[in-house]
């Protein structure tokens, strides 16, 4: 079992900046890729951001060039560094894991207004 504890959303305005975080407990040691995805109210649950344990990064369109995801392998926390926020990022926010089983965090609420 993989346990994964998520934290950092909160309110902030358009243009702000929010970082998530997720600190990964439990069997890691199989876990292949870590990420983050988002629910906004009446849509359905979409990627952000994966982080393979190799490195490698992937973004969806919506966020590339505003979100960076990052690992720190001696923490065994993933992070979400998320800049020039929009209404359209409000969502919350979960945390993935992923090897060999999917892992979900609780999630964590990310609201932009003004």
């Known amino acids: 079992q993989v346990q994964l504890v998520e934290s950092g959303g909160g309110l902030v305005q358009p243009g702000g900046s929010l970082r998530l975080s997720c600190a990964a407990s439990?069997?890691?040691?199989?876990?292949?890729?870590m990420g983050w995805y988002r629910q906004a109210p009446g849509k359905q649950r979409e990627l952000v951001a994966t982080i393979l344990s190799g490195g490698a990064r992937n973004y969806a369109d919506s966020v590339k060039g505003r979100f960076t995801i990052s690992r720190d392998n001696t923490k065994d926390t993933v992070y979400l560094q998320m800049d020039n926020l929009t209404p359209a990022d409000t969502a919350v926010y979960y945390c993935y894991a992923h090897g060999p089983y999917a892992y979900w965090g609780q999630g964590t609420q990310v609201t932009v207004s003004s």
């Open positions: 439990g069997r890691i040691f199989n876990i292949l890729v």
